[in-house]
């Protein structure tokens, strides 16, 4: 694989790491500068002598003595260690002059692979190869216990943006609610967030609503505006009504809120109305040494638009175009946005996770401090240490849990409908699926369990961004997508607004007046309102934007989104909006240079413009809806187009990795390649390279791989995925030859199989804890009897069967010897072992080792295996067929498969008819076939190509030949369609789903045989075959099958009362006396035992079950 193969490769899951490098390096940055530079660290009165704080994360290393070493990645997979760094706290304290440096180890902090604090960071394949890593190892993953965990990606609203939105639901919130409501999840730098809501109600009054400690709380919005900042109730109605006095609604909702604020305060000054929140709200304040006034200001300050942060300017203007937007949208001037689409979506990555998790940490540490405890403790570094201990312990223990379990702690609120089923574990099966993890996106647990559709759909802004055809069938379809393989994350730090107006020093009247007065427009930068101009300048101005984007010289970054909305209704204010936050889907498009209306733009300022632009350009989600992007460059006449800004770069950057990898999808019925995106992450092929060194619990390798003829060039070769192949070549003849090939049944030529076609290993790993100081006194007839274990463990190379030991293990009881135990090989296949390694851990005080043992077991093709092609066409192994038995044709060749040829027209797919050509023609020239779909050669179909090749070389234009029968020898009365087409062997396997089970233990309750193939349970008759055996008159069948193997079970019924007796009865317990007293003796009768056990449970709700004969 050459270097860029590498770095296409690594650019996949860079979502990952740059989320992950961005918290570890920036991120401890910004949670310094919260604390200890901004001016909130004067708030906090018992930090008087805390002067600077650091935080340090090492590599995961061990020091054994004096000596250090480096924790590599497969050390702790197969120690099943967590691989981990230290997290280091530096706290330097003055006291009377004095300083104090503290270093404290607060804990271990989990390391992402190949992340800046990796010991692989930035090691080359053949240096990773000779450490025995992975030679193209591009993590992006966290190991924990020996098991390699993501933190999966998860869709959340688009934040810092402003939704309006028409529900029914909110009119059930309470009286006078309708269904208009406006919304905003704003996201402030360390990642934490809030959603702030308003609700319009029919009287003409508007409400807000606070999510407070996850409690709802509804507020007379007008109060907020005036507890803001000084404001008179005229500027209120002007900034309302933006001068536009024709407007009667406008005017009706402004006259309704400043009447409204009169109802419950009886003044205009904003402390009055800070006192009036502070105190109804002082239960929730963490700080109980404040006084209303403080408390009205923290509520307004940490909950309402903390993405401004303090600026009371900023939240004020906001929330008057938060009121203007919710009245437009009740007039019907705003349709409203859709929450479902990915226009208004980002992405949850673990960088953010992580930030949060420490930032609501590290605050909740800092209010659990007494003022003055840091005071005078110059004499006392026991008290001192003990401090710091409190205010900064279990920093890690909230990320370690995350990552381990998937659950987020409950101190950290990210306000989504979810708090678990963060983390994915990762399947090896082949390098797609692999792959197909770290691109995965989920919609969210939340709407798995909705009855609605609209989270599922697949929506025209999803173009670019997620796969078309890569979902599931089934539960989490259209809720589990994936990226196409073109789409990335912002991870830049965003704009500044001060650098921004900076910069735009020229139009200095434009931005400094923030008033909505005689402006039109508006201009808005990560939610933040930055200034206000006229129509004529935002369309000059958003030119000028996007040529500082895709200039080299420009100041902005190549990945920030501009939108600008161009209404045409005088009531809504033109926007301009840019955005530079973090977790925004990007993709990649190329600029169209020759566009006239863009040269125009530069032909106005040629000085202020520079002619050196990228030709690729990055565009979010919400921005690619206001471009006007063609497929190509080239209209059909091959003439340059001029009516289109942008072009796509290539056809398959729309689909995601696996999808991308199918030959001609282009031609198949949609659903089939849906499902060859679960074919190919359920097929086996080669996941790694480094097998000799992976002690994984099950290892799947295909053996006999071979490199696709018929490939999709660009994700094949420009990947390097043919260094992870996944199945191989076969000639395949289309025939209905025998009643062994019924439905989706393929036969395959024995000779083929026995000469490795689709032959497999399966690699079984078990481990085991023995003290191997006990080994040497083990019992002679042990050793005598099995020679496999004369060291106490099995030899590497011996062949195992059912029973044979593999270990022998020595209990000890006070040092001394009291019984010698055997682990036995308990599997009916017949394995070998491939690998022993005895390992210890000496970071635990342990006196046994850990022994793994590695069995590994060829799997040949046998009657019930799973194939599959890749378009969705899987089936069965039915039959081997001798090689002189099959049919042959004119040039003796004999096909390794035959499919039914009525597996074509219920399926449609053309696409596996073109792969036959292909791979057809490809095996006569030696040559790789491009399959890329929607692309033409020569103006003329693929397929055309294909059929003149084999016409020029001997064989018929439509692939088909005469065929002989293998029976008789003589020719068959049709001709045979036959080709080379690229098959898949799936995981699914007869050997480890078939069950046979004379006798199986029983459950002690019901009595009824065990369920289960690793428990020795029995084979599970269920309903259909139980009518099965009906229809064919099987009764006595069915009655020992469903009775006597069973929970056949004996009860003596009373004839008097048809109460059952005790289980226990004896017809000697009856006295004579007794039996005076009854007509007659109790009857014997069979039921199910599990009917006997239903009795019991009845009786101790008092209830009496009588059984009448």
């Known amino acids: 694989m050459n270097f860029n193969c590498i770095k296409r490769l690594q650019s996949l899951l860079k979502i990952h790491l740059n989320s992950y490098n961005q918290i570890i390096s920036q991120g401890f940055y910004f949670l310094r500068q919260k604390y200890f530079i901004t001016k909130n660290f004067k708030e906090y009165n018992s930090f008087k002598g805390l002067t600077s704080i650091d935080f340090y994360l090492s590599n995961p290393i061990y020091q054994f003595g004096t000596l250090i070493h480096k924790i590599l990645p497969r050390q702790?997979?197969?120690?099943?260690?967590?691989?981990?760094?230290?997290?280091?706290?530096?706290?330097?304290?003055?006291?009377?002059?004095?300083?104090?440096?503290?270093?404290?180890?607060?804990?271990?902090?989990?390391?992402?692979?190949?992340?800046?604090?990796?010991?692989?960071f930035g090691l080359k394949p053949h240096q990773l190869t000779e450490i025995d890593e992975e030679e193209f190892e591009n993590g992006g993953y966290f190991i924990t216990n020996g098991t390699e965990k993501l933190i999966r990606l998860i869709i959340v609203p688009r934040r810092n943006y402003i939704f309006t939105s028409s529900k029914i639901s909110n009119t059930l919130r309470g009286k006078n609610f309708s269904s208009f409501a406006c919304s905003i999840r704003c996201v402030n730098r360390y990642g934490l967030s809030r959603t702030f809501h308003l609700h319009y109600?029919?009287?003409?009054?508007?409400?807000?609503?606070?999510?407070?400690?996850?409690?709802?709380?509804?507020?007379?919005?007008?109060?907020?505006?005036?507890?803001?900042?000084?404001?008179?109730?005229?500027?209120?109605?002007?900034?309302?009504?933006?001068?536009?006095?024709?407007?009667?609604?406008?005017?009706?909702?402004?006259?309704?809120?400043?009447?409204?604020?009169?109802?419950?305060?009886?003044?205009?000054?904003?402390?009055?109305?800070?006192?009036?929140?502070?105190?109804?709200?002082?239960?929730?304040?963490?700080?109980?040494?404040?006084?209303?006034?403080?408390?009205?200001?923290?509520?307004?300050?940490?909950?309402?638009?903390?993405?401004?942060?303090?600026?009371?300017?900023?939240?004020?203007?906001?929330?008057?175009?938060?009121?203007?937007?919710?009245?437009?949208?009740?007039?019907?001037?705003?349709?409203?946005?859709?929450?479902?689409?990915?226009?208004?979506?980002?992405?949850?990555?673990?960088?953010?996770?992580?930030g949060s998790i420490l930032e609501k940490k590290l605050s909740a540490n800092f209010?659990?401090?007494?003022?003055?405890?840091?005071?005078?403790?110059?004499?006392?570094?026991?008290?001192?240490?003990?401090?710091?201990?409190?205010?900064?312990?279990?920093?890690?223990?909230?990320?370690?849990?995350?990552?381990?379990?998937?659950?987020?702690?409950?101190?950290?609120?990210?306000?989504?409908?979810?708090?678990?089923?963060?983390?994915?574990?990762?399947?090896?099966?082949?390098?797609?699926?692999?792959?197909?993890?770290?691109?995965?996106?989920?919609?969210?647990?939340?709407?798995?369990?909705?009855?609605?559709?609209?989270?599922?759909?697949?929506?025209?802004?999803?173009?670019?961004?997620?796969?078309?055809?890569?979902?599931?069938?089934?539960?989490?379809?259209?809720?589990?997508?994936?990226?196409?393989?073109?789409?990335i994350t912002s991870v830049v730090n965003p704009i500044e607004r001060i650098n921004f107006l900076k910069y735009f020093k020229k139009h200095k009247t434009i931005f400094d007046r923030l008033s909505f007065k005689n402006r039109t427009s508006i201009i808005l930068l990560d939610g933040k309102i930055i200034g206000f101009s006229t129509e004529i300048f935002l369309k000059w101005f958003t030119d000028k934007i996007r040529c500082e984007k895709v200039s080299d010289f420009g100041i902005f970054s190549n990945s920030i989104e501009i939108v600008c909305?161009?209404?045409?209704?005088?009531?809504?204010?033109?926007?301009?909006?840019?955005?530079?936050?973090?977790?925004?889907?990007?993709?990649?498009?190329?600029?169209n240079s020759f566009n006239s209306n863009f040269n125009k733009t530069n032909s106005k300022n040629e000085s202020s413009f520079t002619y050196n632009f990228h030709t690729i350009e990055l565009i979010g989600s919400l921005e690619q809806s206001y471009l006007n992007i063609h497929q190509s460059i080239f209209t059909k006449k091959g003439e340059i187009c001029l009516l289109y800004t942008h072009y796509e770069i290539d056809n398959l950057n729309i689909f995601s990795i696996v999808p991308g990898c199918t030959p001609f999808f282009d031609m198949n019925q949609s659903p089939r390649n849906m499902y060859q995106c679960q074919m190919a992450k359920q097929s086996i092929g080669i996941p790694f390279h480094n097998i000799w060194r992976k002690m994984d619990s099950k290892i799947y390798f295909l053996f006999s791989v071979q490199i696709p003829i018929c490939r999709n060039k660009i994700n094949q070769d420009g990947l390097g995925l043919d260094n992870f192949i996944n199945g191989f070549n076969a000639v395949v003849g289309v025939l209905s030859y025998s009643s062994f090939d019924m439905e989706d049944a393929v036969v395959f030529n024995k000779s083929s199989i026995e000469r490795g076609l689709g032959m497999s290993y399966i690699y079984n790993t078990s481990n085991f804890d023995v003290n191997l100081s006990m080994i040497k006194n083990l019992n002679k007839n042990y050793s005598t009897l099995h020679y496999n274990c004369l060291d106490g463990i099995c030899n590497v190379g011996n062949a195992l069967k059912k029973k044979d030991i593999i270990l022998l293990n020595n209990k000890l009881v006070n040092n001394k010897l009291v019984r010698e135990t055997t682990i036995n090989y308990n599997n009916d296949e017949i394995a070998s072992v491939d690998c022993v390694k005895i390992l210890k851990n000496y970071s635990k005080i342990q006196s046994k080792h850990n022994v793994?043992?590695?069995?590994?077991?060829?799997?040949?093709?046998?009657?019930?295996?799973?194939?599959?092609?890749?378009?969705?066409?899987?089936?069965?192994?039915?039959?081997?067929?001798?090689v002189e038995n099959l049919p042959f044709s004119e040039t003796g060749i004999i096909p390794d498969i035959l499919f039914n040829p009525h597996g074509f027209p219920s399926r449609m797919t053309i696409g596996m008819v073109i792969e036959s050509l292909s791979g057809k023609s490809g095996a006569l020239n030696g040559n790789f076939n491009d399959s890329s779909p929607f692309t033409s050669f020569l103006n003329c179909n693929k397929s055309y190509i294909f059929g003149e090749f084999l016409r020029e070389n001997g064989f018929e234009f439509y692939g088909k030949e005469m065929f002989y029968s293998g029976f008789v020898g003589l020719p068959l009365q049709t001709d045979v369609f036959v080709g080379v087409i690229h098959y898949q062997?799936?995981?699914h396997m007869i050997l480890d789903k078939f069950q046979v089970s004379n006798n199986s233990a029983r459950n002690h309750l019901t009595r009824q045989p065990i369920k289960g193939r690793k428990l020795g349970g029995s084979i599970r008759l269920g309903e259909m075959e139980r009518d099965a055996l009906l229809g064919h008159g099987c009764i006595f069948l069915l009655h020992e099958k469903m009775q006597k193997s069973s929970d056949l079970h004996g009860v003596f019924i009373e004839n008097t009362n048809s109460d059952i007796k005790d289980l226990f009865f004896n017809k000697y317990n009856y006295n004579s006396k007794f039996l005076?007293?009854?007509k007659s003796y109790p009857r014997k009768i069979f039921v199910p035992y599990v009917l006997r056990y239903l009795i019991c449970e009845l009786s101790v709700l008092n209830l009496n079950l009588n059984i009448f004969l």
């Open 201 to 354: 109600l029919t009287n003409g009054s508007i409400l807000c609503r606070f999510i407070i400690r996850n409690q709802e709380f509804f507020f007379p919005v007008v109060i907020i505006l005036k507890a803001i900042k000084d404001v008179s109730d005229t500027e209120i109605f002007k900034d309302i009504t933006n001068n536009l006095h024709d407007n009667n609604m406008f005017k009706e909702v402004a006259i309704k809120l400043i009447s409204d604020s009169y109802n419950y305060i009886k003044s205009n000054f904003r402390d009055n109305y800070l006192e009036y929140i502070g105190k109804l709200f002082k239960i929730f304040e963490k700080k109980i040494h404040l006084n209303n006034l403080e408390t009205g200001k923290n509520l307004i300050e940490n909950n309402l638009f903390i993405h401004v942060e303090n600026d009371m300017n900023q939240k004020y203007l906001l929330l008057i175009y938060m009121i203007q937007k919710l009245i437009k949208s009740r007039m019907g001037l705003n349709l409203g946005e859709n929450p479902d689409s990915i226009e208004f979506q980002e992405i949850l990555l673990s960088g953010n996770l992580i």
């Open 1076 to 1078: 005076s007293t009854i």
């Open 985 to 987: 062997r799936l995981k």
């Open 76 to 120: 702790s997979k197969e120690l099943k260690i967590t691989y981990q760094g230290e997290f280091i706290i530096s706290i330097n304290i003055q006291n009377n002059e004095k300083n104090f440096n503290l270093v404290y180890k607060e804990g271990d902090f989990p390391i992402m692979i190949k992340s800046l604090k990796c010991n692989l």
């Open 852 to 882: 793994m043992i590695r069995l590994k077991s060829k799997r040949k093709p046998i009657e019930g295996d799973k194939f599959a092609s890749r378009h969705g066409q899987k089936g069965i192994l039915s039959f081997k067929y001798e």
């Open 367 to 487: 209010d659990l401090i007494k003022i003055d405890e840091f005071m005078n403790i110059e004499n006392s570094p026991i008290r001192k240490t003990k401090l710091i201990m409190k205010v900064f312990s279990n920093f890690s223990v909230g990320i370690r849990y995350l990552i381990s379990s998937g659950n987020v702690p409950l101190i950290v609120n990210f306000e989504i409908p979810q708090t678990s089923g963060f983390n994915i574990s990762i399947e090896r099966n082949n390098y797609s699926r692999f792959l197909s993890f770290f691109r995965s996106i989920h919609r969210g647990k939340y709407f798995t369990t909705l009855k609605t559709t609209s989270g599922r759909k697949l929506m025209p802004s999803n173009w670019g961004y997620l796969c078309p055809i890569h979902t599931p069938d089934g539960s989490l379809c259209g809720i589990l997508n994936h990226l196409t393989i073109s789409s």
């Open 565 to 591: 909305l161009k209404n045409e209704n005088i009531l809504n204010l033109f926007e301009l909006k840019i955005y530079s936050s973090e977790a925004r889907l990007l993709r990649p498009v190329r600029w």
